[in-house]
């Protein structure tokens, strides 16, 4: 079953990197849908949900296209909280969608976790498609062939005149929303974040942190995404993010560039403390290491380290959340024990990185 | 000659170190002595100053006893301002005497820098017995041959009534100081320090940072010495030195032991992040290299690390002292310069630790 390999595994598909990717980490495309007859899930009674969950589950057992990759649905009678919140590290389902306790809650799963479908979260369905490094069109078209043949089996809820009708007005339209994660510590260290962060506002896009809504930008990790979801095409919406993301990996790359010429001892400094650290500390809390871990993958960008692979170190920020914590040594922990278990797995980790 | 063998060595009699000597680093013993017919050193104008100068002078070309092991005269005239400041963070003369222009100041230096006696700083001369570890009787009797040799040639200004005549009153009567320095790295951690230095006030004792008045206790590095110099002997000032020295040294084994079962993994990763940035830093400034030596070396003397021997870490904590790192690279450089060539001395003397 794809939900077991994906539970155990360490990697799923936007994990995986290569040459270039060093500051867009993924890109995600999310497509908002309802069915038309059923009211949306803030006024779903447990009849209706239960309706709409056997609907979405029917759909899956028919044949589809092998594009897809082998979705199958996991209902949340058959996910336990931990597991949800495994799926939530991974970025596969949100954190709200995890600590739901709807008895119709489900979630449709690819292979290699590259899409994802959220059943009953804020609205009916939330298609995701999710890819390493810049790559939003490859990732709308994927979210596409999934909204295709869900659209074939399913009437969602639409209007001629707004679009795609969802839960809350401001994904009304096309219910896409198109977002990057970018690594962006030269911003950081020089202080240009939030000048930048205001102008990406001007351009229509918003800024949040690693897990989304309310979080905060730990570790130098961002994700930006558009604001609007009417009066531009889908194309429009990914063309656009898409420049934007360019400008800012431009301006990213000159500030590395300039960093390491005119702060070469500064970085060398801060890059081989958090490997220091991140090598000796007994207790570490998920937020430093994040942000040591941060450091690190500048140094492995820079050249200034080398002996792990990009792909490695977004597993390894993954596997010591909490739940993936928790799941590893197969027993509840206090944040103490949990602090200790994470310096002991980041050891075990980077102990070859140089 | 001494002077040029003790200016270039990286080591002092005081920084060697035996078993049991982890708390007490060092004891010094330091007699205040004024000649008879000469203004003291506040009033001392050219002409009796270097008459001071040339009458201990000539008493240093005299025969002395063995056991003072060859003192020799070193005017401030042969040592510039950065071998006086070498001096100073061996802690052989005072950082005030090393930063004096006087031309009639002095040092009398023996060979393992065991014995070293100032020449006309706040007194005409202040004969200091430095040893490693917690020696204060065998400090005061090396003081003693030392004092008596000079006694032996030269008037002292002494009143029947009142003892030895000193420039400030506080040293009147024995002249004599009596002082330890300790590492106390788990009342520190603990939050005990304050309380027990109240203490150790009612008791007579004061306590002062690494360089004596005025200095703060960076890296859990204290000195602790006699507060009054009348109405004792010589040989109850040391004894009470001894006992109040030994109770500390009790305490903070007592919890350096609990620390080890209460707050093993604190302990093991305070340790652990202090060598880890220690080995990484590139750029590191002189308190915080303290402080984490500090740690490193409690570290060791709990068994948590090993790989360095004690004394090393004596020699280590001089040698990246502000003139130590000029001398060692032999031109002028700037804090930033200093910093990143104090780590690299530290990383050199400390890669065998695991």
């Given at each position: 079953m794809s939900i077991e390999n994906i539970l155990n595994s360490a990697s799923v598909k936007w994990m995986e990197s290569e040459e270039g990717q060093d500051i867009v980490i993924s890109s995600r495309i999310r497509l908002a849908r309802n069915l038309m007859d059923l009211p949306f899930p803030l006024r779903l009674d447990q009849k209706a949900g239960h309706e709409c969950l056997q609907r979405v589950k029917a759909v899956c057992q028919e044949e589809m296209p092998a594009v897809l990759n082998e979705v199958e649905f996991s209902g949340f009678d058959q996910l336990n909280i931990l597991d949800r919140r495994i799926l939530a590290e991974k970025h596969l389902i949100s954190p709200d969608h995890a600590e739901s306790n709807s008895s119709f809650g489900a979630?449709?799963?690819?292979?290699?976790?590259?899409?994802?479908?959220?059943?009953?979260?804020?609205?009916?369905l939330r298609i995701q498609c999710l890819l390493p490094g810049l790559q939003l069109a490859a990732g709308y078209e994927l979210a596409q062939h999934m909204d295709d043949f869900l659209e074939s089996k399913l009437e969602y809820a639409f209007d001629e005149r707004y679009g795609y009708l969802t839960s809350c007005p401001t994904n009304v339209g096309t219910g896409?929303?198109?977002?990057?994660?970018?690594?962006?510590?030269?911003?950081?260290?020089?202080?240009?974040?939030?000048?930048?962060?205001?102008?990406?506002g001007q351009l229509g896009m918003t800024v949040r942190g690693l897990y989304g809504e309310?979080?905060?930008?730990?570790?130098?990790?961002f994700q930006m995404s558009n604001q609007t979801t009417m009066g531009q095409t889908e194309e429009e919406i990914c063309n656009h993010l898409q420049a934007v993301t360019e400008q800012i990996v431009e301006q990213e790359r000159v500030l590395r560039e300039r960093m390491k010429i005119e702060l070469k001892?500064?970085?060398?400094?801060?890059?081989?403390?958090?490997?220091?650290?991140?090598?000796?500390?007994?207790?570490?809390?998920?937020?430093?290491?994040?942000?040591?871990?941060?450091?690190?993958?500048?140094?492995?960008?820079?050249?200034?380290?080398?002996?792990?692979?990009p792909y490695a170190l977004n597993q390894l920020?993954?596997?010591?959340?909490?739940?993936?914590?928790?799941?590893?040594?197969?027993?509840?922990?206090?944040?103490?024990?949990r602090d200790i278990k994470r310096a002991e797995i980041i050891q075990e980790q980077i102990k070859g990185i140089k």
């Open positions: 979630v449709l799963l690819n292979k290699d976790g590259s899409l994802s479908t959220m059943v009953n979260e804020e609205d009916h896409l929303r198109a977002s990057v994660m970018l690594h962006l510590p030269a911003m950081q260290m020089t202080g240009q974040t939030s000048q930048i962060l205001q102008n990406i309310g979080t905060e930008a730990t570790g130098n990790f001892y500064q970085l060398e400094d801060k890059v081989g403390r958090a490997l220091g650290i991140l090598n000796h500390a007994r207790i570490i809390n998920s937020t430093e290491a994040l942000t040591l871990l941060s450091d690190v993958r500048l140094g492995i960008d820079l050249g200034i380290l080398s002996g792990i692979q920020i993954v596997s010591i959340r909490p739940a993936h914590l928790q799941k590893d040594v197969a027993q509840e922990m206090d944040a103490l024990q």
